[in-house]
Nanobody, 122 residues
Framework: HVQLVESGGGSVQAGGSLRLSCAAS????????MGWFRQAPGKEREGVAA????????YYADSVKGRFTISQDNAKNTVYLQMSSLKPEDTAMYYC????????????????WGQGTQVTVS
């Protein structure tokens, strides 16, 4: 049974940091494209970051480059999103997703999704 469980969200002041975690089960994260997405109320879902083959390839939205870092721990089958220099516009529900095995990016189809974790920046 494939499952993605996000954690680590919360409320933080602007300029602060948070680390989101995505624990996967039912498959191995190091051989699929794993991504983080976010959706704010009234806005479309946005791809934030993606990682492929244990970090050999990473992808970031322009809005988070230099502030967010995606990584993965193969031993824990977990993907992380380290968020720094947070801004109020980063406020959103953040979702982890699993994509294809043979390619990666932010504008591709992700087939498995977690339930999300809320990030609020004030």
């Amino acid at each position: 049974h494939v499952q993605l469980v996000e954690s680590g969200g919360g409320s933080v002041q602007a300029g602060g940091s948070l680390r989101l975690s995505c624990a996967a089960s039912g498959f191995t994260t190091n051989n699929v494209c794993m991504g983080w997405f976010r959706q704010a109320p009234g806005k479309e879902r946005e791809g934030v970051a993606a990682i492929y083959t244990s970090g050999a390839s990473t992808y970031y939205a322009d809005s988070v480059k230099g502030r967010f870092t995606i990584s993965q721990d193969n031993a824990k089958n977990t993907v992380y999103l380290q968020m720094s220099s947070l801004k109020p516009e980063d406020t959103a529900m953040y979702y982890c997703a699993a994509g294809p095995r043979s390619y990666c990016g932010l504008r591709i189809f992700f087939k498995q999704w977690g339930q999300g974790t809320q990030v609020t920046v004030s």
